[in-house]
């Protein structure tokens, strides 16, 4: 297992949070959806103090 993590603002990770949340309502093909929640289960993103951290787990 594989874990990258970079530190965000308030503002990239509303970004992030928020793009994520338009493409679950945008319309698309099965497959894309498919990889789209993939990606949702891969990534987290946390505050630790003063900084939020974006998180990508990747299973080797």
């Known amino acids: 297992m594989t874990n ?3 530190e965000l603002s308030l ?3 509303t970004l992030i949070g928020l793009a994520l949340k338009q493409l679950q309502q945008k319309e698309m ?3 894309d959806r498919d ?3 993939l990606l949702e289960h891969k ?3 946390t505050y630790m103090g003063q ?3 974006l ?3 990747e299973e080797n």
């Open 4 to 6: 990258s993590t970079i």
């Open 11 to 13: 503002g990239e990770a």
């Open 29 to 31: 093909k099965q497959k």
């Open 35 to 37: 990889n789209l929640q």
């Open 43 to 45: 990534l987290s993103i």
């Open 51 to 53: 900084k939020y951290r």
């Open 55 to 57: 998180m990508l787990v």
